[in-house]
């Protein structure tokens, strides 16, 4: 008898934790152990209980510890990627095709090449190094009268991108993603770093909300395939910082130079 009590205690502690709602600890454990996103995406549509915290500083901390858009984006209940059209060739990152009409490894890519050669590179995400609320307080006075709105400006490391293009205006492509989600911004240096308008913040009586930032650069968007989309500015980009803002404390990054 005393041999079975402890293997019941810890047969009852694997039930217990079998039973436990999937929280934003699990899925960065999946993530450290380096399964992929389609298989924690999967995870999490599967899981029967689900305790995630998904207010903007959780999100922001998942960023930080590379969890993938995909699956913040399932944590928060949005629609999963588009499924690959039957038939199709299965996904392959952008060094192994230049064929803007064939799907991809999910994200932005940026076309260095030219019209008859085109050449993909996949933009990057810097990382988010702070963020803060620009006018809070005049704007909180402002929001106990009956309405006030404020932004969002996130930091980030390094003055300049990795990736550049003379290339003017550029053309970038979409895979997975929805390019009217990412609105395009300016990125202004500040010091060793950057930093960009990410969301805009409304206050009243009714409480507080959130919107992604307003676009800097008007894009022209055009269907290719099923999830897969290209985006142009619609003039000509001054030289600078650029990127594509994703809501909440993220951006695809690129700069265009003289």
Do not use: C
């Not at 207010?55 to 399932?74: C, F, H, N, Q, T």
């Not at 996130?154 to 003379?166: D, F, L, N, P």
């Not at 930032?213 to 000509?236: F, H, L, Q, R, W």
């Amino acid at each position: 008898m005393r041999r079975l009590i402890p293997l019941l205690l810890l047969t009852l502690s694997f039930t217990a934790a079998a039973q436990a709602p999937m929280s934003n600890a699990d899925v960065v454990k999946m993530v450290d152990a380096g399964l992929s996103e389609q298989l924690i995406i999967a995870t999490i549509r599967q899981a029967p209980a689900k305790n995630f915290d998904t207010r903007p500083e959780a999100l922001i901390d998942l960023k930080s510890k590379k969890v993938p858009d995909g699956v913040i984006l399932a944590m928060v209940g949005g629609p999963a990627p588009p499924a690959a059209t039957p038939g199709a060739s299965p996904s392959m990152p952008a060094s192994n095709s230049n064929d803007p009409a064939q799907m991809h490894e999910r994200g932005i890519y940026l076309d260095l090449g030219t019209a008859s050669s085109p050449r993909l590179v996949k933009l990057t995400q810097p990382k988010i190094t702070g963020q803060k609320v620009g006018g809070l307080g005049s704007s909180m006075m402002m929001g106990a009268f009956g309405g006030a709105k404020t932004s969002v400006k996130y930091e980030v490391r390094g003055a300049k991108s990795q990736i550049r293009t003379s290339s003017n205006p550029p053309t970038f492509y979409f895979y997975g993603l929805d390019p009217e989600d990412y609105p395009l911004m300016t990125m202004n240096v500040k010091g060793d770093g950057r930093e960009f308008v990410g969301l805009r913040l409304s206050h009243g009586f009714a409480g507080s909300s959130q919107k992604g930032a307003k676009p800097d650069v008007e894009v022209k968007i055009e269907k290719i395939g099923e999830g897969i989309a290209s985006a142009t500015p619609v003039s000509a980009l001054k030289p600078g910082e650029y990127g594509f803002a994703q809501g909440v404390g993220g951006i695809y990054e690129f700069a265009i130079d003289k």
